[in-house]
């Protein structure tokens, strides 16, 4: 029911940065970020919940920020200090009628966006 786009990935050089957005089709509750690499299955990167409270993967190593603008219905993903191994596709992901997330690693029935890729090459 609810559309998720993603956008901002692309190509960029180990130790560079990169902003990622996703914008939703009407006002949701909590959202995430995920990444799949190939022959990988997909984890959590971060969340935020309604209220913005953060939770991030240990392998962030604080070098991602997640952020929310509901007057946009835009949620971001500022990731710096990137690494050849942050290469995947990173998806956005919603709960539209939880204002709270839950812990990344649980199991949820989220909304997904169709995926950005981004490559980080040495």
């Known amino acids: 029911q609810v559309q998720l786009t993603e956008s901002g990935g692309g190509s960029v050089q180990t130790g560079g940065s990169m902003k990622l957005s996703c914008t939703a089709s009407?006002?949701?509750?909590?959202m995430a970020w995920f990444r799949q690499a190939p022959g990988n299955g997909r984890e959590g990167i971060a969340s935020i919940s309604k209220y913005g409270a953060t939770e991030y993967s240990g392998f962030v190593e604080e070098r991602f920020t997640i952020s929310r603008d509901d007057s946009k219905n835009t949620m971001y993903l500022q990731m710096n200090n990137l690494k050849p191994e942050d290469t995947a596709t990173y998806y956005c992901?919603?709960?539209?009628?939880?204002?709270?997330?839950?812990?990344?690693?649980?199991?949820?029935?989220?909304?997904w966006g169709q995926g950005t890729q981004v490559t980080v090459s040495s």
């Open positions: 009407g006002d949701v509750g909590c």
């Open positions: 992901a919603a709960l539209p009628w939880s204002f709270v997330c839950p812990p990344l690693t649980a199991r949820r029935s989220y909304e």
